[in-house]
Structure formats: structure tokens, C-alpha cells
């Protein structure tokens, strides 16, 4: 993480389990939900893209924006974008 700091690159930390990761793209995302009794590396990939309203894409961006704004930023002054 530390060589990340001081780029133009947000992080948050929460106490709270995520069970997902995600990296976002503009209207491309890709999500690795961690599943029961499974390893992240044996959990599967998802490649969304946003072709609709409140579609798949929306309602995981939805998600994740909650957990951003409960997360507290990782560094001092840390970017405040999702």
C-alpha cells in the first residue's frame, strides 16, 4: 500500500468483512466475490460491463459505493473517490 501513497489513488479501510473485491473502470468492473470454505484465488471473476439502469453493473456499484463511504480513508488526506 505504501507505494501507492501520494499517487491519485483512493483507499479505505473497514473493520467489516467485504466478501468481494473489486476494481472499477468507468462502465467496466471487475468483481471476485469470496465464497464460503473457498480461497480467493478459487473464487470465480466476474467482467461487468453497464449496459442498463439498475442492472447487475448498478447494483454492485450501489454496494460498493455503501462500503466506501462507511470506510475510512487509508492515508491523511487520502483521495476521496471510489
Same mark, same amino acid.
Given at each position: 500500500?505504501?507505494?501507492?501513497?501520494?499517487?491519485?489513488?483512493?483507499?479505505?479501510?473497514?473493520?467489516?468483512?467485504?466478501? +468481494?473485491?473489486?476494481? &472499477?473502470?468507468? @462502465? %467496466?468492473?471487475?468483481?471476485?466475490?469470496?465464497?464460503? #470454505?473457498?480461497?480467493?484465488?478459487?473464487?470465480?471473476? +466476474?467482467?461487468?460491463? &453497464?449496459?442498463? @439502469? %439498475?442492472?447487475?453493473?448498478?447494483?454492485?456499484?450501489? #454496494?460498493?459505493?455503501?462500503?466506501?463511504?462507511?470506510?475510512?480513508?487509508?492515508?491523511?488526506?487520502?483521495?476521496?473517490?471510489?
Amino acid at each position: 500500500m505504501e507505494k501507492l501513497k501520494g499517487h491519485d489513488i483512493g483507499a479505505r479501510f473497514s473493520s467489516g468483512h467485504a466478501y +468481494l473485491s473489486v476494481f &472499477r473502470f468507468d @462502465d %467496466d468492473m471487475i468483481v471476485t466475490p469470496l465464497l464460503t #470454505h473457498s480461497v480467493g484465488r478459487d473464487a470465480p471473476t +466476474l467482467h461487468l460491463r &453497464r449496459h442498463q @439502469d %439498475d442492472g447487475m453493473f448498478d447494483r454492485f456499484a450501489a #454496494h460498493v459505493e455503501e462500503l466506501w463511504t462507511r470506510g475510512t480513508p487509508v492515508w491523511e488526506g487520502s483521495c476521496g473517490q471510489a
